[in-house]
């Protein structure tokens, strides 16, 4: 859902931007009173320009003695013509930003009739609480208006996205240099992504890496910011670029092995790209041993090589080191199986074929399909390649692994079958 713009709020910015000398001469008593005539009339056809005056009132006089009132004014022409969630993040404001006000007595018995009346605030009942224990206590109103942010970003409530940006834009007007901009302009970037605005949500984070070269959140912001390119923006290259630059740039940071894999995916799976693929899962390996999907990255390599690049004897070197380093794994058994098939079907070497066969039953024998794969090694000595010694070795031995199988009486019989053809010779071959 795209946020609409409040076209009245923006006038009244460019308007207050553009006369500001003329705004000069007004004293903050004199507008208030002019706030109080507008209000006494209840005239429903301007709530509208009386709410951007009110809001106008608020960024030139924040610390005015009836900043307050002006703030419960507004809460109550919300209220009256039904914009609930309006009123509510006007509740929390005040809160915040004029704990000392006796109007806060009210606030708070609005936010408790709020609970019983909406579900969706219910359901932050927890987080507001806890919110409100410390953040309207600090003594600097910058502080509590960054802890009214913080807590309007947390809330995750979309009919409050538009509001959320608004206040964003008061703080970054009212304190210009507070070194917490770079999180409150991230904050913006993630809600106008969540709000389908990824144009904003991108330009956005861009601005936090050219405003703020020295911020921490550099890396997370580069993340995310190729996060959308690939998911928001249907562009995996300005995505596999963003990802890069992460990881050559902070390649410590808790980002980078994501980033990495993240480019690897998209090259392999949009850009087919696969040796590049192949190199980041490779680089990601290397940098990032301890990682849990180092097995994933290694798996993805061996399987570009044998369903991409058909180059059978780097896939099956590849997934012989899944085999070494992940034996005890799943993953170990698909690859012996994978091996298997390429040796069996792809390139015609039916003792390795046999060789990988076996190996399974040998590393897994508990593994559900390991007696199949045992007697279908014995099948292929037999049929494939003749070497009835080897055949007869391998079916006994099916026979003392798997006695009970549904496949023990064919071993039994197939042994009796070859018995004497495989007596009077040796396995000819080494496998």
């Known amino acids: 859902m795209k946020m609409k713009i409040n076209f009245s709020a923006l006038l009244m910015f460019i308007v207050i931007s553009t006369i500001s ?39 030139m006089y924040p610390e005015d003695t009836n900043a307050a009132r002006v703030l419960a004014m507004q809460d109550t022409l919300f209220e009256r013509n039904g914009k609930k969630n309006e009123s509510f993040a006007c509740t929390l404001k005040m809160l915040f930003l004029y704990p000392q006000s006796p109007l806060c007595a009210n606030c708070n018995a609005n936010l408790q009739k709020l609970y019983l009346t909406d579900k969706n605030i219910l359901e932050k009942k927890e987080l507001i609480t806890n919110s409100l224990l410390t953040g309207p206590t600090d003594v600097l109103r910058q502080n509590r208006y960054y802890n009214y942010l913080h807590l309007l970003h947390g809330l995750k409530m979309e009919k409050l996205y538009e509001w959320t940006q608004t206040e964003i834009q008061n703080f970054v007007q009212l304190f210009p240099a507070d070194t917490r901009l770079d999180q409150i302009l991230a904050w913006s970037a993630e809600l106008y992504g969540l709000s389908g605005n990824k144009n904003e949500a991108v330009d956005t984070y861009l601005k936090i890496t050219i405003f703020y070269p020295k911020s921490l959140l550099l890396p997370q912001v580069m993340y995310e910011r190729g996060l959308l390119y690939n998911d928001k923006l249907n562009n995996p290259e300005a995505a596999v670029a963003a990802m890069t630059a992460l990881v050559e740039k902070y390649p410590q940071s808790d980002y980078a092995a994501n980033a990495l894999l993240q480019s690897a995916t998209l090259k392999k799976d949009k850009l087919k790209d696969y040796n590049g693929a192949i190199a980041d899962y490779r680089q990601f390996i290397n940098l990032y041993p301890a990682h849990d999907k180092v097995m994933e990255a290694l798996w993805n390599i061996a399987q570009i090589y044998h369903k991409n690049l058909k180059d059978y004897n780097l896939a099956i070197s590849a997934y012989n080191e899944v085999v070494t380093k992940y034996n005890t794994f799943v993953t170990g058994v698909n690859a012996l199986e994978e091996i298997a098939d390429i040796y069996e079907k792809t390139l015609r070497d039916i003792p390795n074929a046999v060789k990988a066969l076996v190996q399974i039953s040998e590393l897994h024998p508990t593994f559900e399909k390991s007696p199949d794969y045992l007697f279908e090694a014995a099948s292929l000595c037999e049929k494939e390649l003749k070497d009835l010694p080897r055949a007869k070795e391998y079916y006994e031995l099916f026979l003392k692994k798997y006695p009970n199988h549904k496949k023990a009486k064919d071993a039994t019989r197939q042994i009796e079958k070859i018995q004497p053809s495989a007596s009077q010779t040796t396995s000819p071959l080494e496998y």
């Open 21 to 59: 000398s003329l705004y000069a001469q007004v004293d903050a008593q004199s507008y208030f009173t002019y706030l109080q005539e507008l209000y006494k009339r209840n005239d429903k056809q301007v709530t509208n320009f009386i709410i951007t005056e009110m809001n106008c009132f608020l960024r």
